[in-house]
Structure formats: structure tokens, C-alpha cells
């Protein structure tokens, strides 16, 4: 065998030891949250991550509803085939509603865990934010704007 493929294995080997990543129903511990930033915020909400585009009702034409606005829609396209968990609706997220400091920043920073400390449903994104984002995206979503 190569020794590209005896490392690979390895490494197999190493992530199959390693235990599953440790979701669980466990809140996460308690954060302080830098302050953050609405402005900047809503940037990353509507300009780069585009939560609004999903999170929102649209009319017939396919334009966002300005009253709607983060308040839960269907889902706007279909799942591709190779996809097991798909999501039926977008909820709402005005306000992150059940979730903690710790919770919303995991949410955010952690691969899009939600408040049971499992993954969200596709199309929902994985996010990786830094932590001054997601608390800027944060106090933009529980602001009220
Ligand atoms: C491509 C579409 C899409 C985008 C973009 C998107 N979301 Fe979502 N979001 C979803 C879907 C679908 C769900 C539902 C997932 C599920 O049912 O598991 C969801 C769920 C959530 C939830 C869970 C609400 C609850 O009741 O637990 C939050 C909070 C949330 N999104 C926040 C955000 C934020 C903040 C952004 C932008 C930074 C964002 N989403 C961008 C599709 C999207």
C-alpha cells in the first residue's frame, strides 16, 4: 500500500476512535457575549449570509414581503436528490426565540446546532462565524429592526 493510503487509514482509524461529537441535550455553558454591532449585523444578515432571503414570506412575484420579513416561510426550492433531511419550512428567527446567549452563539459558530444541540435541517447553512459576527448577527436579530 502507498503511504498515502497507509495515512489515510490512519486517519480513519483516528476519527473512528474518536468519540461522537458530543451534541447532546446539554445546553451549552454560559457566555458573555462581546457587545455587538446591529449595524454590522444586519450587513451579514441580509448582504452576506442572507437570512432574509430564506427566513422570509414573498408575494407571487417572488419579492420579499416587507411585514414578513424574517417571520417564517415555505421552503423557496426543491431538495436535491442526494439530500436525506430536508427541511419542510423556515422558521421564523426575528428575535432567535428559546435561545440562550450560549445557545445562539453556538448556533452560529458551531455548525448551525439548534436548540436541542443537534444540526439544523438543510437547506438551512452550516454557519462558522467568528464570535464578534455571530454577536453582531445577534443583537441585529433580537433588535427592532
Ligand atoms: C438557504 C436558506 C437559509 C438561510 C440562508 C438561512 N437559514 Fe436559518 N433556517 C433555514 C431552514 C430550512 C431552517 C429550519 C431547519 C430545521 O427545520 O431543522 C432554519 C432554521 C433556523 C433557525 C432555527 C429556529 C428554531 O426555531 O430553532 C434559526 C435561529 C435560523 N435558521 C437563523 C438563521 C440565521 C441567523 C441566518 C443567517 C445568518 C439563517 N438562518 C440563514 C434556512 C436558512
Known sequence: MSVAGVLLMAL???????SPPAAAATPPRAVVLPPGNVEHGRYIAERVAMCVECHSGRDREGNIID???YQGASIPFIPPAWSQAWATRV?????LAGYTDAMALRLLTEGSIGRDGTPLKPPMPRFRMTTQDAADVIAFMRSGS
Open 91 to 95: 422558521p421564523r428567527n426575528k428575535g
Open 67 to 69: 411585514a414578513e420579513r
Open 12 to 18: 480513519f482509524a483516528r476519527a473512528a476512535a474518536q
